[in-house]
T-cell receptor, first 108, second 113 residues
Framework: GIQVEQSPPDLILQEGANSTLRCNFS?????LQWFHQNPWGQLINLFY???GTKQNGRLSATTVATERYSLLYISSSQTTDSGVYFC??????????FGAGTRLFVKA | DAGVIQSPRHEVTEMGQEVTLRCKPI?????LFWYRQTMMRGLELLIY????????DSGMPEDRFSAKMPNASFSTLKIQPSEPRDSAVYFC???????????FGPGTRLLVL
């Protein structure tokens, strides 16, 4: 089946720093989403981005489907950005497959 | 809208008991998904429904697991009999259509002793 790899697995930032999270996938997908799981366990959908670029406040995402990767940019990080960021891809069978996530900790 | 509602939020049970998890999707959403999250396996899609019909249940781990959606506003995930390895957080999510944004409930944290 399709493989989803996220990097880095762990990231520690000082508040105010910028970061880039990467998601590589091994086959063509028809949808891609980024999620944030906060320290309390709540999953929040950040972007639905099968291709192109989207921005929402300090967060933006870019997916290059032809090269099978997506990037999530976090600018001016805040402590509330801490948590785990998941990339999830959808294939022709409508399954959603999650990567292992990037664990982010933002220090005050 | 109140978002996706799940109950109970926490469940502790003993091995061999039946467990029923409940989910109310966002009104108007045609797709409903059940996920499981464990430390070992991460997030996994168990089953999803479209217009109350199960579409893909290949992620359901065993016959002990079953899911139903009797109407557009309610779904259940049942484990019978439960085992300690079923301990996990179970999330329900809904979306307008496949490929569109999925909205997650708060999850049910299940502990099977």
């Amino acid at each position: 089946g399709i493989q989803v790899e996220q990097s880095p697995p762990d990231l520690i930032l000082q508040e105010g720093a910028n970061s880039t999270l990467r998601c590589n996938f091994s086959d063509s997908v028809n949808n891609l989403q980024w999620f944030h799981q906060n320290p309390w366990g709540q999953l929040i959908n950040l972007f639905y981005i099968p291709s192109g670029t989207k921005q929402n406040g300090r967060l933006s995402a870019t997916t290059v489907a032809t090269e099978r990767y997506s990037l999530l940019y976090i600018s001016s990080s805040q402590t509330t950005d801490s948590g785990v960021y998941f990339c999830a891809v959808g294939t022709g069978g409508f399954k959603t497959i999650f990567g292992a996530g990037t664990r982010l900790f933002v220090k005050a | 809208d109140a978002g996706v509602i799940q109950s109970p939020r926490h469940e502790v049970t003993e091995m061999g008991q039946e467990v029923t998890l409940r989910c109310k999707p966002i009104s108007g959403h045609d797709y409903l998904f059940w996920y499981r999250q464990t430390m070992m396996r991460g997030l996994e899609l168990l089953i999803y429904f479209n217009n109350n019909v199960p579409i893909d249940d290949s992620g359901m781990p065993e016959d002990r697991f079953s899911a139903k959606m009797p109407n557009a506003s309610f779904s259940t995930l049942k484990i019978q009999p439960s085992e300690p390895r079923d301990s996990a957080v179970y999330f329900c999510a809904s979306s307008l259509s496949v490929g569109k944004t999925q909205y997650f409930g708060p999850g049910t944290r299940l502990l099977v002793l």
